[in-house]
């Protein structure tokens, strides 16, 4: 038993020391500035790219919308054109 509570103690002081020089170990402070200034740009490119996808996503409902409101629009003159040729048809007869 008295082995075992050496090497508690001996890891307890351990992680001491180890924290106290190192402060951020197993990374330095450089280190940790490097990697918190990477998942910053990671995060700004990410959102960029999500924003070019919204415009993009913007632009298609425009085009579908248009094309939607073409197609009532040709659909109403269609019915139309036929509605007056039919008349005109039975008129003939």
């Known amino acids: 038993m ?12 351990f992680l001491v020391v180890i924290t106290s020089t190192a402060n951020g170990w197993p990374w330095s402070n450089d280190d940790r500035q490097n990697r918190i200034d990477e ?22 409902c425009v085009v579908a919308f248009v094309l939607g409101i073409g197609c009532i629009m040709f659909l ?5 054109l036929g509605s007056k040729g039919r008349q005109h048809a039975e008129e003939d007869h």
């Open 76 to 80: 109403i003159v269609g019915a139309a």
């Open 39 to 60: 998942e910053i740009q990671r995060r700004v490119e990410a959102e960029q790219k999500l924003i070019a996808q919204e415009h993009k996503a913007d632009g298609w």
């Open 2 to 13: 008295e082995t075992l509570k050496h090497l508690v103690l001996k890891c307890l002081i």
